[in-house]
């Protein structure tokens, strides 16, 4: 049958009929301006899905005889139920070239489903397909469920004060790598370089892929670990990446070789769950372990700084990130805690400073961090099971730290990431912009400073759970790694 999802194929071979594939989408246009007429957004990734699942499945029926004969009856049928649905608020005379009145469409649509049995199967399957793409059209109760219901009830606009439909909108899939056999665990872009990507995976491999310009390539695979890489990150320079894996070692790769230059084994020989770069000093690597230990490694001899640098706290240490200035490091356990200690960079010692419970009892999963103005700066949380955390600091003062936002997401069983994104213009500049991945198999950007409709928007194209996400610096590439090893790059709608 021509049609995906509900939509129907315009045939390269165009005949005198062909028209009909435009009555189609002006009868959409109306439909959208009626059901969603405050949101331009939501409008235009309705509209631009459909035109993209039917160009990409136009070459396969362009052999087809009875392609128009099917367009006229869902064309005749579609329209009987946009006005019994909305009345008569459908525009007439953008709809003219129907050729068509109430009765006589009745009378052909039930004619022309009689006659074929199998097409009036297919058609109610598909168009019960429609119904369910509440998740679309209202992502707001997306990650909850999805039902007809939604589609009946007025949806309110997602962005109601700034517009990030030209930032956010998704513009297409750029590539899809197939590089990793088990989960991806982390994606991350390098700094300040749109091209170079990074991804590591639970079957041991980090993969380098250059991103821009098409074609997309991998440059590099690199195996050295004997267990499932479970963090990176890299360095400031681009020169270096850290991984920590569940082998009980973090290793130090060097980006332009391809090469392994450091092993760096842990005092406990625990699995070694998180690791990251001293800002401004990265010959330091610190590194937290499965039995709560945060260990301070010297880069050039591999060796432990000095014992002053060890730290520990009660549960698995699952996350950790340093503010700017690398004087506090944040880590969070398994047990629901966020703590946080001072590390000073004379002295090589670090300091327990400040016990956080996000949730009691939950587990933190991904902790980022990052300067929202000159007076505040913010903590972005994963806490399993089910929530998104954004903390507050005034002048980066652990001592004022407050929960800002929480929103529900889907995780129960898997580490998911999250990370903000990047400032690209002074309208952000006071945001609180991030981005997720979900168990749900979904992206979701959200801003977190709106209490009312924090969804900016949702990317679906997943099978499995996303694991993680990031950005470049640019924010025209968004990368997402998933649970069958999947990676897709997105093309952002501001992309050059």
Not at 61 to 89: M, P, S, W
Not at 131 to 150: C, D, I
Not at 221 to 233: F, N, R, T, V
Not at 240 to 264: E, F
Request: charged share 20%; with cysteine.
């Amino acid at each position: 049958m021509n049609y995906s999802g509900g939509l129907f194929i315009k045939p390269n071979n165009q005949d005198s009929n062909g028209n009909i594939w435009q009555d189609i989408l002006s009868s959409d246009a109306k439909f959208n301006l009626i059901r969603i007429h405050n949101n331009s957004q939501l409008r235009t990734q309705y509209m631009r899905r459909r035109t993209q699942l039917m160009r990409e499945n136009s070459m396969k029926f362009k052999e087809r005889d009875d392609v128009q004969t099917i367009r006229k009856n869902y064309l005749n049928l579609r329209t009987q139920i946009l006005e019994a649905k909305y009345g008569h608020n459908l525009d007439k005379t953008s709809v003219n070239s129907f050729s068509l009145n109430k009765s006589k469409s009745k009378a052909q649509s039930v004619d022309s489903m009689s006659s074929n049995l199998e097409w009036k199967e297919n058609f109610t399957r598909k168009l019960n397909t429609f119904n369910n793409m509440s998740n679309v059209l209202n992502p707001k109760n997306s990650y909850l469920h999805s039902s007809k219901e939604s589609l009946n009830s007025n949806t309110k606009s997602i962005i109601s004060r700034p517009n990030y439909e030209e930032t956010f909108n998704c513009a297409g899939v750029h590539h899809v790598f197939e590089n990793h056999k088990k989960d991806v665990t982390r994606v991350m872009f390098a700094n300040n370089d749109k091209s170079l990507l990074a991804t590591c995976s639970l079957d041991g491999t980090l993969v380098i892929c250059q991103v821009i310009p098409s074609p997309a390539t991998t440059i590099y695979k690199l195996e050295g670990h004997q267990a499932g890489i479970m963090d990176m990150q890299w360095s400031t320079t681009n020169d270096l990446i850290v991984t920590a894996s569940l082998d009980g070692t973090s290793r130090v790769w060097q980006v332009t070789k391809g090469t392994c230059m450091r092993v760096l084994r842990d005092t406990l020989n625990a699995q070694v769950f998180c690791c990251c770069f001293l800002p401004l000093n990265e010959n330091m690597i610190f590194t937290g372990n499965s039995k709560g230990l945060i260990q301070v490694y010297n880069l050039s001899t591999g060796l432990i700084v000095n014992k002053n640098c060890l730290q520990k706290v009660i549960g698995k240490v699952q996350a950790m990130c340093f503010d700017s200035t690398g004087s506090n490091l944040w880590v969070g356990d398994d047990t629901g805690s966020i703590t946080s200690f001072q590390f000073n960079a004379y002295t090589l010692k670090l300091n327990k400073t400040k016990k956080i419970i996000s949730n009691n009892g939950y587990s933190i999963t991904s902790l980022s961090y990052k300067n929202l103005n000159s007076k505040e700066s913010a903590l972005l949380v994963n806490a399993m099971p089910n929530f998104l955390l954004l903390y507050k600091l005034i002048n980066s003062d652990i001592q004022s730290i407050r929960l800002r936002k929480r929103i529900p997401i889907k995780q129960n069983e898997n580490l998911l990431k999250s990370t903000f994104c990047p400032v690209i213009n002074k309208r952000q500049q006071n945001g609180s912009l991030v981005c997720t991945g979900s168990e749900d198999n979904n992206v979701y950007i959200y801003d977190m400073d709106y209490d009312e409709s924090p969804l900016i928007t949702k990317l679906q194209q997943h099978t499995h759970p996303v694991m993680d996400v990031t950005l470049n610096y640019d924010q025209s590439l968004l990368a997402s790694g998933d649970k069958s090893g999947i990676v897709i790059v997105w093309k952002m709608n501001n992309q050059s």
